[in-house]
DNA sequence: CTGAAAGCGCTTACAG
DNA sequence: CTGAAAGCGCTTACAG
C-alpha cells in the first residue's frame, strides 16, 4: 500500500512553511497582488511546486469570492440542437476558466425549478436557462433573487430577464415566402409545441407572409408526436384543402412530417414541397434533401456566455438586456428547387 | 431599491438564534441524525421555513463532506453518441441528488488534462471520462489520486481503472455475419479514428468473422474527414477488388460513406451492402434505411454513473470493475433485408 | 512589501 | 437529547 496516497493534500498554510513566509504572503502570490517581492514570490511559487499544491476552491468561496461557475438548464441534452447549443456554452465556459453545471428538465418545471435551487445554493455565479414554460411563476422568484439568469432560446413571459434568441418571426417568413415564390399557395403550417412561445412567433410569421400575400392560410397544425402526425397528414391530404406546400415550424415537426409523407406515399418535393424551421445535419442525407431555416445554435451559446459573464461582473447598467440573433434559409431540395450539382471529381 | 434583495442569506446561526436552540441542534436537524426531540426539531424546521434557509454548500465541503458532484468528460457534448450518454449520467445523477460538471475536450488530452485538474480541485466525488487518448501517461497519474473516475467506452491502456464499455468486437462480428449471410464475400471495413481502442477492437471482430468464414479480408480503410471519404472509397470501387459489401466501424465514417457513395452513384442497399456500427435514429429516415449494430447509449450513461457512486461510497471491495455491455443489431435496409412493411393505417 | 488576527458557515469530537 | 469549543482553508481588513 503507497503511503503517497493516503497524503494530506498541501494547504496554503503549508507552502507558507515551506516557503518560510507568512499565509498572507503565499494568498497575495497566488491571486497575482502587486506587492510582492519578486525574489518573495519566487520562493513561494517553488514550495507551491514541490508539495503541488491547489488551492480550496471550497475555502475560497466561503470567503465570497465567486466560484466560477455557471449552471445551464436544457430541456433536453440529446436533442440536437440542446447538444449543439450546450457544447458552445461549456466551449466558451472554458475559455474563460468557468466551468458549467449541465442539467436537463425533461420540460418538466418542477424539475427545472429543483435544478436552479440546487444550483443557486450551490452556489453558482450565475445561471443560463431554456425554460420548460415560460409562463411558470416560479420565474417571477429566481430573476429577483440574486443569483443572474438569462434565458436561451425562450423568452420569460412572466418576468423580465436577460435573454438571447432567435428571430423566429422573421425566419418563418423567410421560409414561407420561399415556398410563395414557388408559386404554392395552399400552404399549411405544422408544428410540435406550439404551446412555446418561440414556436408561437414561428406561426405568427407564416400567417403574418400569407396575409401579405393576401392568400388565405390554413388552421395550423399541431403535433403531439409520431404517430398523431400520421392520423393528422393523412386527414389533412384527404380534405378538400390538400395543401401544396407545408411549413413545418420546429425540427421534430419536420421529421415527424418527413416520416408521414414516406408512409402514406405522398413525394416530398414533387407531391408536395416542404420547408422547415431548425436545420439537422442530416438533413442533407435524406432524399430529397431538405430546406430549413438555419439557427445559429453555437452562437446562441456563446452570446450567452458571454451576455451571463458581462452581467456576473457587473458590467451592464441597463435593467435587462435581450439579444435576438439572426436566421439564414439553407435552400436544399424539399421545397422544390433543383438539386445542388454535385462536386465534380 | 428594494431592500430585500440586498438581504444577507440566512445562516446557521440566524436559524439557531431564530428557534431559540445551539447551532449543533439545527445542524443535526438538518441532517437527519436521530437524538433530536421532536419538538426541538419542530421549531428548528419552522425556523428554517420562515428564514427560507438554505445550507451553504461550500461550508459544508470544507468540513469534509462530500460534494454531491460529479464530473463529467466527453470528446464533443453535440455528438449524437455523447449526447445521449450525457444526457442519461444527468438524468441519474440527479436521481441520487448529483450535480454534474460538464466539460467536452474537443479529443485534445491537454484540455481533458486540464479539465480533470479543474475538477479534482474543485472538488468533484468523482469523475466520469471518456479518455480521448486512452495511451496518455497523465491518465496514470489521475487513477492514482484520491478522485475515483470511471471511463466510459473506451477503457485506459495505461492503467488500470473502473470502466464501463461495450462488446465491440462482438458486436461488429454481428454486422459482418449478417453481411456474409447475405452471400457477401468482399467486405471492406471502413473507419475513422481507428487509432482508438474501440475501433481497433471492432476492426479486430471484422477480421475474425472474415477468418472464420474463410474469407480474405480487405485492408481496412481509415477515414480522416468527408472529403477523403469520397477519394477513398472512389479508388476503392474503381480497384480490381470492388467490394460488394461494407462495414463501417463507427457513426463517422458510416454517414461519410453514405454521403460519398450518393456522390459517386453508387446505389447503397443493391450495389453494395453497408452495415454500420453505431446506430443513429435518423437512420430510418435514409433512403434505403441504415442497418446498423446499436449501442446501449443511455444505458452506458446509466451504469457508469451508479458504478461512480458505487466507488464513491466505498461499497467496492475489488481494485477495479469492468463492465461491458452488449449490442444488438438493428436490421433495416442497407445490409440488403427487404423493407419492413408499413404499418398499415 | 509582509504578517497576525478574525471570520466566512458549517461540522466533528467532547462534554454535559 | 443539547451545546460550547475548535477547526476546515482561505481571505479581508488592520497593522506594521
Not at 461549456?90 to 425549478?113: F, G, K
Not at 453558482?124 to 414554460?133: A, F, T
Not at 452581467?311 to 440573433?325: A, D
Not at 434559409?329 to 462536386?343: M, V
Request: charged share 25%; proline share 4%; with cysteine.
Amino acid at each position: 500500500m503507497r503511503s503517497s496516497v493516503l497524503k494530506r493534500r498541501a494547504t496554503l498554510q503549508d507552502v507558507a512553511k515551506a516557503a518560510g513566509v507568512g499565509p498572507m504572503t503565499v494568498s497575495r502570490t497566488i491571486n497575482g497582488h502587486p506587492y510582492v517581492a519578486e525574489e518573495t514570490a519566487k520562493k513561494v511559487r517553488e514550495a507551491i511546486r514541490r508539495l503541488d499544491y491547489r488551492p480550496n476552491h471550497a475555502a475560497r468561496m466561503l470567503t465570497g469570492k465567486l466560484s466560477r461557475s455557471i449552471g445551464l438548464i436544457v430541456p433536453d441534452i440529446s436533442d440536437t440542437f440542446f447538444s449543439v447549443v450546450s457544447h458552445a456554452v461549456q466551449d466558451t465556459a472554458r475559455a474563460n476558466d468557468y466551468l458549467v453545471w449541465l442539467a436537463a428538465s425533461d420540460e418538466d418545471p418542477l424539475i427545472e425549478a429543483a435544478q436552479v435551487e440546487m444550483m443557486t445554493h450551490h452556489p453558482v455565479d450565475g445561471i443560463l436557462l431554456v425554460p420548460s414554460d415560460s409562463r411558470n411563476a416560479y420565474l417571477k422568484t429566481i430573476v429577483t433573487g440574486s443569483t443572474p439568469i438569462v434565458t436561451i432560446d425562450r423568452p420569460m413571459e412572466v418576468a423580465t430577464s436577460d435573454s438571447v434568441q432567435v428571430e423566429n418571426r422573421s425566419g418563418a417568413r423567410m421560409a414561407v415566402e420561399h415556398l410563395l415564390q414557388h408559386g404554392h399557395r395552399k400552404i399549411a403550417c405544422v408544428a410540435a409545441n406550439s404551446h412555446l412561445l418561440t414556436i408561437k412567433e414561428r406561426i405568427a410569421g407564416y400567417k403574418e407572409s400569407m396575409r401579405r400575400a393576401k392568400v388565405p392560410y390554413l388552421k395550423e397544425l399541431n403535433l403531439s408526436n409520431q404517430l398523431s402526425a400520421k392520423a393528422a397528414l393523412s386527414k389533412l391530404f384527404a380534405g378538400r384543402s390538400r395543401p401544396d406546400a407545408l411549413f413545418t415550424a420546429n425540427n421534430a415537426s419536420t421529421i415527424w412530417v418527413i416520416e408521414a409523407l414516406r408512409d402514406l406515399g405522398i413525394q416530398m418535393g414533387t407531391d408536395v414541397a416542404l420547408v422547415g424551421f431548425d436545420d439537422v445535419d442530416f438533413f442533407t442525407l435524406i432524399t430529397p434533401s431538405v430546406t430549413a431555416v438555419r439557427q445559429p445554435a453555437s452562437e446562441l451559446g456563446n452570446v450567452s456566455v458571454r451576455q451571463l459573464l458581462q452581467r456576473i461582473n457587473g458590467e451592464f447598467k441597463t435593467s435587462s438586456v435581450r439579444t435576438v440573433l439572426p436566421v439564414t434559409l439553407t435552400i436544399r431540395e424539399s421545397c422544390g428547387c433543383k438539386p445542388k450539382n454535385k462536386t465534380a471529381e
